[in-house]
């Protein structure tokens, strides 16, 4: 795995979840700019994806096995849409809060990335 790309992957995903946690307090619901940045960091992901399969394409193994890297870089790419849809639901303060706790949770799962390949 590339270091750089899961800290900037990290990084995007906790501010993100700063901003929407941050709309959360002030009791706004997501708008169209939280939608922007929630694309920017779904496209981070994906190309986290897509470096990670062509790696293992190359013959680089995890150290944890490449069935639950494989299970983790899906889950980390779905995270912040599936937050975003639950965002449009809800079209209140908990929807940017929704949006924040999917923050976390993409940066929680970017450091188990990192530890499943064996950072």
């Known amino acids: 795995m590339l270091d750089a790309l899961t800290a900037v992957v990290t990084a995007a ?4 979840a700063a901003w ?9 619901p997501t708008k169209d700019w939280h939608f922007i940045g929630m694309a ?3 496209v981070l992901a994906l ?5 990670g399969v062509v790696q293992l394409a190359r013959g680089e ?11 983790y870089l899906i889950g980390s790419l779905c995270t912040v849409p599936a937050a975003a849809f ?3 639901a809800e079209r209140s303060r ?3 809060a929704t949006v924040a706790a999917g923050g976390v949770v993409l940066a ?3 450091v188990r990335l990192f530890d499943i390949w064996g950072g």
């Open 13 to 16: 995903a906790l501010a993100l």
């Open 20 to 28: 929407c946690g941050y709309a959360a307090l002030r009791d706004q």
């Open 40 to 42: 920017v960091v779904t």
């Open 47 to 51: 190309a986290q994806l897509v470096v």
């Open 61 to 71: 193994k995890p150290e944890q096995g490449a069935a639950i890297f494989v299970a």
């Open 86 to 88: 639950l965002s449009l």
């Open 94 to 96: 908990w929807g940017s």
């Open 108 to 110: 929680v799962l970017e």
